[in-house]
DNA sequence: GAAGATTGAACACTCAATCTTT
DNA sequence: AAAGATTGAGTGTTCAATCTTC
């Protein structure tokens, strides 16, 4: 059974199962994150790069680059944050282009509570739903997706154009 | 290297990089499908769905189920179509409350033209980074994680509430 | 009243344009 | 000019409220 193009069904389902389980999984985990700690994936990402770096501040382009999103997501996301009081920036800053954004109390405070209930649902939700053989296989695979991807021609800075900055720290 | 709650780094490796792969995949797919069809995953998926149907027509509650999308995401999805010209409402309905989504002659002509593209880029991005062991691995893994997700507390409706219906065709 | 669907507001992300500091 | 970031418009998703037909 297979197409034009020689893929198989079961191919197919493979990439199936794929888009409806990430899309299940994360608004799941999602939800309970909502629900019990008043913030979504990104709140709890962003805080967990900022309480986890070296010095406990980043800059709005290093968040960006850590998470893989845009300095625009960030930058919108930094500032909703900002005026929930979980994030601020620090003033004494030595670049006047960028500043710090560190943690507030109620930004750590909401952090450290969510940490242990998160790890929990990813355990239980994923994690605990395979044997450490298939996580090494779905580490391997999903790696090997990332850096092909890496590689593909609408990722590539054309080299011409010009060009990114931002490595990570 | 094990957490308060006993979850590795290699584990946390797994999450990080299902959620890393999944978003720059979906995106980068996204982008090709936009940039030579000028449609989304989204719309392709819808035509597809109705497309591929028995007789070529499918109603909203049905799109939604199929794709596993909420109802009012889907019904705003298909006005846009409709206002673009790719699917259209057949008028000669029976059930008065909804009508059937058919594709307009534009509608299958994109989606006829995408097929091709859609497949080649699936399969270069995603089937071909993988051994057909490895594939089955991931379905495995992956159906264990929707399935376990679906029997979740707040998944499950609540029995005493209203109760859903509009099951699987 | 329940099924099927739509609507509008609130929220989140993207893209391009802009601003400031280096 | 380049780096770092912000802003605003446009688009898409969710949630709750509503509408119509069965």
Redesign the interface.
Known sequence: VT???G?TE??W???R??????????T?ID??LR?RHGIGQAEYATLASIVESPDGCLRVGQIATAL?WERSRTSHLIRRMTERGLVERDERSVDGRASDIIATRLGRKTFFAAV?DH??D??D???D??T?E?????????????S??AG?P??RPSALLPGASETNP
Chains 1, 2 share one sequence.
């Open positions: 197409d034009a193009t893929t079961e191919e389902a493979v990439w199962t794929f888009l409806a389980s990430y899309a299940q999984l994360v799941e939800v309970r629900a893989g242990r790890t929990a990813v355990r939700l994923f994690l739903r395979m450490s298939e996580g090494a296989v779905m580490e391997e695979v999903l790696s090997r997706v990332t092909h991807l593909s609408s990722r």
